[in-house]
């Protein structure tokens, strides 16, 4: 596209220099202040009959008492709140509420056990959580140990329950706060913290700034083609990525009205909602379409989804025919795939409404995204067709990650041409430099992107990545297991689940009743998530002559591909 | 068949519930639907029937619908028992 710049997404916005510059703002404050404050914002539902309905006006006061409570617990600009429950109101009040302070949010997934918490909670030093009655309780297992976390505050349920320490804050039953001073944020401010999983050492905390907005908004109108009447669902957890850009900031800013349904998934329910609410635009991740088709066409068939017109998908490589199949059962509509990351931030590769879907590829640059794929070896762009390298992206676009929470080196080592003592600031703005994203595809000679797979260790499970480190590290505190290892084998509808090859301690012998005792001591402690789905047990696991584990062996094996060369594996 | 369901109520409410949750589960409670078990969970939880009763479910039959209850899953595991 040429002239192409990303004030463009300012224009769409209609946002003037000058303006509060302040994601918690635009995404309320400012759609009420264009006479929008009785439009729906958010249309809820919960287990059973719950329901709810919200406008922009009770997004802005909401967030307005969030902001407000915060301030007089102490909490300053810059510190790290972490939003720890499932997709309730106040989850999206509270986060809103958090950038307006000028506070950085850190949301995390609700299912994550106290050991995952505990290391996203140390690693942010974060100062105050925001939860709820149910998840409250593994805070407490581990706050001892997390000098940082001053405040715990708990926004549902009996305030009589709570212990010592504990503030409790239900907003929609506290006083309005009509007025709220907000933060002047610059646009290198930061705003959110997402944490993702690498192949080596701990998960990593990628922080986004306010000036992500630009790009999540015009993404948000171009891609998933958000108008002013749309009834938009996006299906992600605001633990995650997708579910904070799409979920809240990008359709928010736009103004657009969205759907959440905090429920477990089954295929009727999904359904039911999109026939209930009458959803237009339906932003979902492959695992859940695979899920979808598995239970039929004739489901399908039995509900009115006649107001859906766009659908699109994201998480992880959308399957070709997942991509017929929903043209099929949907009255012609096919699920146009999405490719970007936590540290992106917003879409990098896309299938625009409109254009040609290849079922199978990602689709095509961003616009002002300059992606390519670089050779395996001299990490220079491939020239060739087809020819598979790893997926890059020249820096600067608005919504990119500007540091790994106080890890310089590791941000560093994901830019391709980096000099050796290059701060994060340098690297970000150096267009000559390559933000290599850890995935590997092919581009076909009409530009098309097509995704081949990880380039490391990291499990992809429905669409969310898993660290091998983070599992091996938890298994071998189980009192059985001397040794361990973590991949990914192939699953028909989470592309990867996590299996695990352990050693057993002398004493201990293999069992089925080892293996679920085993699967559980991972789904408590860090994720349902990572927990293997299988277990296998082995006398010796494969290591390298200096004794480390090699993975990429027993991947090759789940995945039936080459082992290729083992000329470094240990004899013993 | 109330056995059975004595059983499997006792393991989820052992594994999925924590020891101070109010919430009570019954027979007919909503698990899959409730958020109660996940999506993944649903593996661990497959896991134990078939070592428990010896049998082996497909993933065909292993579905959201079929584990939504306590109910819903001893039928389930009573038509391979015979």
């Known amino acids: 596209m040429k002239d192409f710049n990303w004030d463009i997404a300012k224009d769409v916005l209609d946002w003037k220099e000058g303006e509060i510059l302040n994601i918690g703002a635009i995404c309320s404050d400012r ?375 106080k890890q310089p080196d590791v941000y560093r080592s994901k830019f391709v041409g980096a000099s050796p003592n290059a701060m994060p600031d340098e690297l970000r703005t150096n267009t000559d430099l390559w933000y290599v994203s850890g995935d590997r595809a092919s581009i076909d000679r009409d530009g098309y992107y097509w995704f081949v797979g990880r380039d490391d260790d990291v499990i992809n499970t429905g669409g969310h990545l898993v660290g091998p480190f983070e599992i091996e590290s938890a298994l071998v505190e189980h009192e059985a297991i001397a040794e361990a290892a973590a991949v990914g084998k192939p699953d028909k509808v989470n592309m990867e689940v996590v299996k695990a090859f352990v050693t057993l301690k002398p004493g201990y012998e293999p069992s089925d009743e080892l293996e679920l005792n085993i699967m559980n001591f991972i789904r408590k402690r860090l994720s349902p998530l990572a927990m293997p789905q299988e277990i296998e047990y082995r006398d010796k696991l494969p290591k390298t002559r200096s004794g480390k584990i090699v993975r990429r062996y027993l991947r090759a094996i789940e995945w039936g591909e080459e082992v290729g060369d083992l000329s470094s594996l240990s004899d013993e | 068949m109330d056995e059975m369901k004595e059983v499997v109520l006792e393991y989820i409410t052992d594994e999925y519930l924590d020891e101070d949750d109010e919430d009570e589960v019954s027979y007919d409670s909503p698990l899959i639907s409730s958020g109660i078990v996940d999506s993944f969970s649903m593996v661990s939880l497959k896991r134990f029937l078939e070592t428990k009763y010896s049998i082996k479910l497909s993933d065909e039959e292993a579905t959201p619908e079929a584990f939504d209850t306590v109910n819903s899953i001893c039928i389930l595991v009573g038509k391979h028992l015979g």
């Open chain 1, 31 to 405: 759609i009420c202040s264009r006479g929008d404050g009785n439009k729906a914002a958010l249309i809820w539902e919960g287990f059973g009959d719950k329901s709810a309905r919200y406008t922009f006006d009770d997004l802005r006061v909401y967030s307005n008492g969030f902001a407000d409570f915060l301030s007089r617990q102490g909490i300053q600009p810059g510190d790290r709140v972490c939003i720890f429950m499932d997709k309730i109101p106040s989850l999206y009040f509270s986060f809103l509420g958090i950038l307006k302070l000028g506070a950085i949010a850190q949301p995390l997934f609700s299912a994550f056990g106290d050991e995952s918490l505990e290391v996203r909670l140390a690693s942010a030093g974060t100062r105050a959580i925001i939860t709820t009655r149910k998840h409250v309780r593994k805070v407490r297992k581990i706050k001892d140990r997390l000098p940082d976390l001053e405040k715990i505050i708990v926004v549902e349920g009996n305030p009589e329950k709570l212990k010592e320490g504990e503030i409790f804050f239900d907003v929609e039953n506290s006083p309005r706060v009509e007025e709220f001073d907000v933060y002047h944020a610059a646009p290198e401010t930061p705003s959110v913290l997402h944490y993702t999983s690498g192949t080596t050492g701990q998960p990593k905390g990628a922080l986004h700034v306010h000036n992500s907005v630009w790009g999540q908004a015009l993404t948000t109108s171009w891609v998933l083609d958000l108008q002013d009447d749309d009834i938009y669902w996006c299906t992600a957890d605001p633990g995650w990525v997708t579910g904070t850009s799409y979920g809240i900031i990008g359709p928010w800013a736009l103004g657009a009205t969205q759907c959440v349904l905090d429920s477990g998934f089954t295929s009727s329910r999904w359904y039911k909602f999109v026939q209930d609410n009458r959803v237009t635009v339906w932003y979902s991740a492959p695992t859940a379409i695979r899920a979808l088709m598995k239970d039929g066409h004739e489901l399908v068939d039995s509900f009115d989804l006649s107001s859906l017109r766009h659908l699109a998908s994201v998480g992880e490589p959308l399957n070709a025919e997942a991509v017929i199949w929903s043209g099929e059962v949907f009255g012609g509509l096919k699920f146009h795939d999405t490719f970007w990351q936590t540290e992106t931030g917003a879409m990098m590769i896309t299938n625009f409404p409109g254009m040609e879907i290849r079922p199978g590829s990602m689709g095509k640059p961003f616009p002002g995204i300059e992606a390519s794929v670089l050779d395996l070896t001299t990490h220079l762009p491939v020239e060739e067709a087809g020819k598979v390298g790893l997926i890059a992206f020249r820096p600067g676009w608005p919504s990119m990650f500007r540091q790994y929470w």
